[in-house]
């Protein structure tokens, strides 16, 4: 009985931990929700932020909060340029331009440019969560850009903004 207790703990207690370091987020490509026709010059393998995830697998975006994203991609060419393109869609509306406070992915987000081709970086933008937002669930759709637009990257995922 006793044994068993402080296991229960101890597993608490590492997915505690696990939750408050990241969280994978289910993502899909753009092209496989017919949302571009084409493929992407790269593609993402892992994605997480630094926050907590819901039971259907939204990222819960708390308000008030800064988070770290981190999109795990490949750019199957060399880039010395790269911008991040957000759009939100909510129930149904069309895709809004979200702007991003530093949509240059090449300044202050993990990345030294040029990037290398056909290597496994990390893009981690920073996401000021305003508390100014309505707390509601919404889909992301991120794309990160060469010089002449092209994505690098397009992936959609569900997120909440909650209190
Ligand atoms: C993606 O994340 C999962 C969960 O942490 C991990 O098991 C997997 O190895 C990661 N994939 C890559 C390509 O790093
Ligand atoms: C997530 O990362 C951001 C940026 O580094 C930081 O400001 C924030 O406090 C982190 N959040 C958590 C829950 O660790
Ligand atoms: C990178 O990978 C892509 C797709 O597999 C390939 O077409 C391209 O030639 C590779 N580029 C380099 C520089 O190796």
């Known amino acids: 009985m006793?044994?068993?207790?402080?296991?229960?703990?101890?597993?608490?207690?590492?997915?505690?931990?696990?939750?408050a370091e990241f969280c994978n987020l289910n993502f899909k490509e753009c092209q496989d929700l017919k949302l571009k026709t084409g493929t992407s010059l790269g593609k993402v393998s892992n994605?997480?932020?630094?926050?907590?995830?819901?039971s259907e697998g939204f990222a819960v975006l708390k308000k008030?909060?800064?988070?770290?994203?981190?999109?795990?991609?490949?750019s199957y060419n060399p880039?010395?340029?790269?911008?991040?393109?957000?759009?939100?869609?909510?129930?149904?509306?069309?895709w809004l331009p979200f702007p991003l406070g530093n949509?240059?992915?090449?300044?202050?987000?993990?990345?030294?440019?040029?990037?290398?081709?056909?290597?496994?970086?990390n893009y981690k933008p920073n996401l000021k969560v305003l508390s100014s937002y309505p707390a509601l669930k919404v889909l992301v759709k991120w794309q990160l850009q060469d010089a002449r637009k092209a994505d690098i990257f397009c992936v959609v995922l569900p997120a909440e903004i909650a209190e």
């Open 103 to 121: 949509p240059d992915a090449c300044k202050d987000s993990g990345l030294t440019c040029p990037i290398p081709a056909n290597t496994t970086l």
């Open 47 to 54: 994605l997480s932020f630094n926050g907590t995830c819901s």
């Open 2 to 19: 006793k044994f068993s207790y402080s296991y229960i703990i101890v597993l608490l207690a590492i997915i505690a931990v696990s939750q």
């Open 79 to 94: 880039q010395a340029t790269l911008k991040s393109v957000v759009h939100g869609q909510i129930s149904g509306s069309p």
């Open 64 to 74: 008030g909060t800064v988070v770290e994203i981190d999109f795990q991609f490949q």
